[in-house]
């Protein structure tokens, strides 16, 4: 069973650099009623009331409990075994096309060509093709095989070897609170995402305040609310507010309020927009003024049946912002899962010509629309469903 977040506590961290490579094995926040995995909320900080409605002022920005009805019950964690099962289905049309490439009978060039252009049609891309193909390759003769199945298997270990730097667990309790900034295309998924996220959150107990900075959409607050746990979540939200504003005043009422997670949920945007990617950077400089710490995540959610595209996204959106993680969704059906290959070329190249800056993960990978279709990244896993 995989943990959703990784728990640190703040007294053992407070000797680790926030860049540091992160240890795995780490107990989960649900077990954190027998351990003392996340400090103790300081007292809330008095909030100003605003006339007759309930809610209480964060400078200008109302802060409201969300009502969810009960009908939503909290869902179980699902096994891992039920979840490599869906991706392997959801993987399916990328992975068909690369494993017919191995149900000859011996290992020739014909092979490595197929093998080539089958890479380069799930959206591997030019350079994380090569690079794959050379190391299969080398393995292919270092190892004597000669039966094509074998080569199969090098493929799923070189793969693997290449993901495995963007698996890492999204840490929470290092900071109180962790402020994490959620951005993306339009329709990416992250007000899905975000939503799943705050589930999982509250169902391990942790909780959570969301900064409802996409200003624009004010569906995307009533999404968000779904998803949200009685009790354990609020929003901060602000009608045609500045999404800065919103986010300065989200962080500062995680604050005083002790919240575990603050959530920011920004409006979607394309890297071609040009003056909506500088209100990005308003954000983080904004957030940093509430918190010298934060954010400490800034995730970009890609959706992964764009291929290339979403490569492209990512670059744009590092350059503006320095990425820390990733959520790459809607792998369920597409033929271009391979740009899970090419974004983890690219993460490489990116530690190599930058290593002061702390390196992309990928956190999270989804397959659907439901709770359960979102789940931790794992490097063999993926290589496996792709090519099982
Ligand atoms: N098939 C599939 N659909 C998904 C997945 N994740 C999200 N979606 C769907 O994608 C659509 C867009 O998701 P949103 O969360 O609204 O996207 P967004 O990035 O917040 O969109 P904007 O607020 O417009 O920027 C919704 O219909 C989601 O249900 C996934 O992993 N698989």
């Known amino acids: 069973m995989f943990s959703f977040f990784k728990k640190k506590l703040r007294s053992v961290l407070s000797s680790t650099p926030a860049d540091a490579p992160v240890q795995p094995e780490v107990p989960a926040i649900s077990d954190r009623s027998d351990s003392p995995a996340l400090p103790s909320p300081p007292s809330p900080a008095p909030l100003k009331q605003p006339a007759g409605n309930g809610g209480s002022m964060i400078g200008s920005a109302l802060v409201t409990p969300i009502d969810i009805p009960t009908a939503l019950a909290l869902a179980v964690a699902p096994e891992r075994q039920r979840w490599f099962g869906k991706l392997q289905e959801g993987l399916r049309k990328t992975g068909s096309s690369i494993s017919t490439v191995f149900t000859g009978s011996q290992i020739d060039e014909q092979l490595y060509e197929d093998l080539e ?76 995402s975000i939503g799943k996220l705050t589930r999982h959150l509250a169902n391990e107990g942790a909780s959570v305040l969301l900064a409802a900075a996409d200003t624009f959409r004010a569906a995307a607050r009533e999404q968000l609310s779904v998803w949200a746990d009685r009790n354990t979540v609020e929003i901060v939200s602000q009608e045609n507010g500045d999404p800065a504003a919103v986010s300065f005043d989200a962080v500062t009422a995680g604050k005083a309020r002790g919240k575990d997670v603050v959530l920011v949920d920004t409006a979607g945007r394309l890297p071609t927009q040009l003056h909506l990617m500088e209100e990005l950077r308003k954000i ?105």
């Open 117 to 192: 252009t089958a890479l380069l049609m799930a959206d591997t891309g030019v350079s994380a093709t090569q690079h794959l193909l050379a190391d299969v390759r080398r393995r292919v003769k270092e190892g004597g095989m000669t039966h094509p199945v074998a080569v199969r298997n090098a493929l799923i270990e070189s793969i693997t070897v290449l993901l495995k730097p963007l698996e890492r667990p999204l840490v929470i309790g290092e900071f109180v609170p962790t402020v994490i900034m959620v951005t993306g295309v339009n329709g990416a998924g992250k007000t899905t």
């Open 284 to 388: 983080k400089r904004v957030v940093q003024k509430a918190d010298a710490t934060a954010p400490h995540e800034v995730l970009l959610v890609i959706d992964g049946n764009t291929g290339q595209n979403a490569l492209a996204q990512v670059k744009a959106f590092d350059d503006t912002l320095q990425l820390t993680g990733l959520v790459v969704t809607k792998l369920d059906g597409t033929a271009k899962g391979g740009v899970l290959a090419a974004i983890a070329l690219w993460a490489r190249e990116r530690a190599k010509a930058s290593p002061g800056l702390r390196p992309v993960a990928v956190y999270f990978i989804g397959v659907g629309e439901k709770l359960e279709d979102l789940e931790t990244f794992n490097a063999r896993e993926f290589a496996q469903a792709l090519l099982g």
